[in-house]
């Protein structure tokens, strides 16, 4: 039967920080929220794809130290830098009580951030239109 | 009142940092009509009143610490700011003033930044950032960049530069600067949430469709935002603010009292305490001030109704900016899904360091 929705099955590997810090955020949460986190999570890394592609392709080379690479070059440069560190972004230090409001309701998982890379959200920057 | 009043409020009891390091600083910086609000990344939050005029002090300070008056030059001409009577920011050209300037150089210094580079994220009212299309107002937004970036500096009397450098009155320098609207910087600062562990984005009110309410000192800015973009239909800016309230009052204390001149802090001081001292005698003005703040939160609610509806179709109506905490019982009614934001004065200053540390196209992160 015809269907608009197409199941994919995964397998993390937990001896991979990375894969295994993903797997522990998951069952973190509840389970009726754990497959549309992991959706999002799939939709935001494609976002980030696309936007590094895009970048490759229109940024000069003097930029390109500083662009966010696709999940290709990071793939590739793994094979020479060993494997990737996960540590969440620290802020400087715990914001006042009024800083963030209530209690976040559908976080998504943000990934370390070295000083020099890009700053993780700014795919948020289109909503300010051109 | 918040949006009214002299306090300069910050979150900690913590002393501004001293001018200890030489890395760049980040801030929040919504520089408003009324207030310029300062936001820091370790999470410090401070406000000074958008107050300064043309001319030096003439003022004589004997000790250091009861100074409260301050000068800066810029442009060839010098500027008193702090408890001045200060000269009107509710004209167009504010936000690329020198006026605007002084102010903002003046709550970096207030800040603890002195002498330090900073990069800073400001903010211009909703309909001074985009045109009726939805399309950047450019030119305007450029003015803002440019305003800041012609130098101010601090004015310190020879005898004592010595001991005001030590002390931090040098020269803040704002080596970025970048301009978003001011209701969607509190978007950012709603779905971008610092936590124990960093920071995270909420995917639940990102794609949630919402509407941000700014009441703020000269402006009222309505921002719907759904499906991460920017419905401009239901989005603008409604010319009135808190500052209304204080011209209105000012207004009827002249015609009550027959006076023809009243210092804009003696103003400030009767919408705040509800007492205006004329004479040496206290004078009970609140009917003043109540009618004045009902005419507004009648005007707003108007505005309200036509940019939002009832908001059946949003998942939450926002309030946010100094006005929404002083008209809190006011507008406590006006939507079943609305929420006012904490610290509300503060949470486009917020918004705007977030969108600094984690969205903008700046320089790598530093101090």
């Known amino acids: 039967m015809a269907t608009s929705t197409r199941q994919l099955v995964i397998t993390l590997d937990t001896r991979v920080p990375l894969e295994a810090m993903i797997l522990q955020r998951l069952y973190r949460l509840p389970q009726s929220r754990q497959s549309e986190w992991l959706r999002q999570l799939l939709l935001l890394g494609f976002r980030s794809e696309c936007q590094a592609i895009r970048s490759e392709q229109t940024l000069p080379v003097r930029a390109m130290p500083m662009r966010q690479q696709s999940t290709s070059a990071v793939m590739h440069a793994g094979y020479h830098a060993g494997p990737i560190q996960p540590e969440p972004i620290k802020p400087e230090r715990e914001p006042s009580p009024g800083s963030s409001g209530n209690a976040p309701s559908g976080e998504l998982p943000m990934l370390a951030t070295p000083s020099d890379t890009p700053k993780p959200f700014t795919h948020l920057r289109r909503v300010l239109g051109e | ?367």
């Open chain 2, 1 to 367: 009142m918040t949006e009214l009043t002299d306090e300069k409020f910050s979150d900690d009891t913590k002393p501004p940092v001293a001018n200890s390091s030489l890395a760049v600083g980040q801030v929040g910086l919504d520089d408003g009509y009324a207030y310029t609000k300062v936001a820091l990344p370790d999470g410090r939050l401070l406000a000074v009143p958008s107050r300064a005029r043309m001319g030096s002090a003439g003022v004589t300070w004997i000790r250091d610490e009861e100074q409260k008056i301050f000068e800066y030059e810029t442009g060839g001409c010098v500027y008193s700011v702090g408890a001045v009577d200060g000269e009107p920011t509710q004209f167009d050209e504010y936000p690329g003033s020198a006026l605007n300037r002084v102010i903002v150089q003046h709550a970096l210094q207030q800040a603890g930044m002195s002498g330090r580079s900073v990069h800073v994220v400001t903010g211009l009212p909703v309909s001074a950032f985009y045109r009726d299309d939805g399309q950047q107002r450019r030119q305007a937004i450029q003015a803002k960049r440019n305003g800041l970036q012609v130098s101010v500096e601090p004015v310190v009397p020879r005898k004592t530069a010595h001991k005001a450098t030590q002390r931090g009155s040098q020269k803040v320098s704002i080596a970025f600067h970048e301009v978003i609207p001011e209701a969607l910087a509190a978007w950012y600062d709603h779905v971008i949430v610092m936590t124990d562990d960093g920071v995270t984005l909420d995917a639940d009110r990102v794609s949630a469709p919402i509407a941000i309410v700014d009441i703020g000192g000269r402006t009222t800015d309505y921002v719907v935002v759904q499906d991460q973009g920017v419905v401009h239909s239901s989005s603008g800016s409604l010319n009135r603010g808190m500052l209304n309230i204080k011209i209105r009052v000012a207004n009827r204390i002249q015609e009550h009292f027959d006076i023809s001149e009243l210092g804009e802090q003696s103003i400030s001081r009767a919408v705040e305490t509800h007492q205006l001292r004329l004479h040496g005698k206290d004078h009970d003005v609140s009917a003043l001030v109540a009618e004045a703040k009902s005419e507004l939160v009648e005007r707003l609610y108007t505005e309200t109704r036509r940019k939002l509806g009832r908001g059946a179709e949003l998942d939450r109506v926002l309030f946010v900016g100094g006005g929404s905490a002083d008209l809190a019982s006011d507008i406590a009614d006006w939507f079943p899904n609305q929420t006012i934001a904490d610290h509300a004065a503060f949470a486009n200053a917020r918004g705007m360091l977030k969108y600094l540390q984690f969205v903008c196209d700046s320089p790598a992160n530093e101090g």
